[in-house]
């Protein structure tokens, strides 16, 4: 009877240590953050692969992986197979326990920047985002990874315990950062020799140094850009500008920043456009002289433009809804200023960045307008004032 008791008690106590095992990846470190930002990265070696060749099966893996269907949301951001850069932005489910009467579950966004070379590929995945719905709640609590799944939020004192609220999140992160890893390690390296053995899942590295300008990279630190570069982002011609600006505007938005390191604002848009005047690459937007941002467009020279993924939807909708006379906008908001090399503001979070110069600017009046609808529509309000500005630089993550 008591070898019968042992055995029960050995029997229960084993998935317990199992459990103990497994959450020692979740504890100190294993969440790595890079200049106040989380940032998960893993290098994949392929030796004797080209950098073509890499990009070509990365890409691949990519365009299958980040699409929108039943389960998830996702899409390529950029791809430029010259420099071997991609950008990808996913949307998906998390689920932490899921029952017959109850679903317990949240919607995680992110992004994965992808650098291809001669045999190595560089992944990096952060801009993680936090979409989740309580039982009793009309709207969903909204997180950021760098307020939820860092060891200050979800470790105890010391540091060898998860906290329970916040460690769903952190261990559930981990394990889908660790699958995408896996899932690009695997089509990377299929046909190459094996190091190691098939059932070791590639490990998280510790995030190198910044890398090179020349390079793609996930973070953009809080300082003003060196002369001549803005780090963390890759400058590219505007005419190589990705994306459909129609749709960027119209379903995406922007944000049209104004001023300078001593005082700056910006608005959400959703009018503009991109073009060629006087032999010069341009940009197009319109301001009301009601907004805040007008002041400050008519006081300086030079401004920016810059386009977001859906995770900092709430963030744009924040800064299209209130002034920055009434308070800090920018921190209510949770965005981080950067300075162009122009001196010129912009928010690490973007994507792409155009950095502009005053050109032509206009007011609008009705009577130019030859719609009729909008004729009555705006007559005797005031209205915008458009803004043609010559593109100085074009940033992209």
Not at 3 to 26: E, G, H, N, T
Not at 146 to 161: A, G, H, P, V
Not at 162 to 178: A, E, P
Not at 318 to 323: F, V
């Amino acid at each position: 009877m008591k070898r019968m008791i042992y055995f029960l008690a050995a029997f229960v106590c084993l998935p317990l240590c199992l459990l103990a095992q497994d959450d020692s990846k979740y504890l100190a470190g294993a969440v790595p953050v890079v200049n106040g930002k989380v940032v998960f990265t893993k290098t994949i070696s392929v030796p004797g692969l080209s950098q073509d060749e890499i990009f070509k099966r990365i890409q691949q893996w990519t365009g299958e992986r980040f699409v929108t269907d039943k389960e998830q949301k996702g899409r390529i951001l950029y791809s430029d197979q010259t420099k071997g850069d991609i950008a990808c932005w996913g949307e998906e489910y998390l689920t932490f326990n899921k029952a017959a009467l109850s679903l317990d579950r949240t919607l995680i966004t992110y992004q994965m920047i992808i650098t291809c070379e001669p045999g190595e590929c560089n992944l990096k995945i952060t801009a993680i985002r936090y979409s989740y719905n309580v039982a009793n709640k009309n709207e969903p609590e909204k997180y950021m990874a760098e307020e939820l799944i860092t060891d200050e939020y979800t470790l105890n004192k010391n540091k060898d315990k998860l906290i329970r609220k916040t460690g769903k999140f952190r261990t559930h992160t981990i394990d889908m950062v660790d699958q995408l890893f896996t899932d690009a390690a695997a089509v990377l390296t299929a046909g190459q020799p094996s190091t190691a053995p098939a059932t070791t899942p590639p490990a998280i590295t510790t995030p190198k140094p910044e890398t090179p300008a020349s390079q793609l990279t996930a973070h953009i630190p809080t300082a003003a850009a060196t002369s001549g570069a803005l780090q963390g982002y890759r400058q590219i011609a505007p005419d190589k500008i990705p994306g459909n600006i129609i749709k960027m505007l119209s379903e995406d938005w922007m944000l049209i920043t104004a001023g300078n390191d001593s005082r700056f604002n910006m608005m959400t848009a959703s009018w503009g456009g991109l073009g060629h005047l006087y032999n010069k690459p341009v940009s197009i937007c319109f301001i009301n002289p009601a907004r805040y941002t007008y002041q400050l467009m008519e006081s300086g020279d030079t401004y920016t433009l810059s386009f977001y993924t859906e995770a900092y939807r709430d963030a744009l909708n924040y800064c299209g809804h209130n002034s920055g006379k009434d308070g800090d906008k920018v921190k209510a908001a949770g965005l981080t200023p950067i300075t162009t090399p122009s001196g010129a503001k912009a928010f690490s979070e973007a994507w792409l960045i155009l950095e502009c110069k005053k050109l032509v600017s206009q007011s609008l009046i009705p009577e130019a307008l030859a719609d009729p609808t909008l004729k009555t529509q705006w007559s005797g309000k005031p209205m915008h004032k458009m803004y043609i500005g010559e593109i100085l630089n074009v940033w992209v993550k």
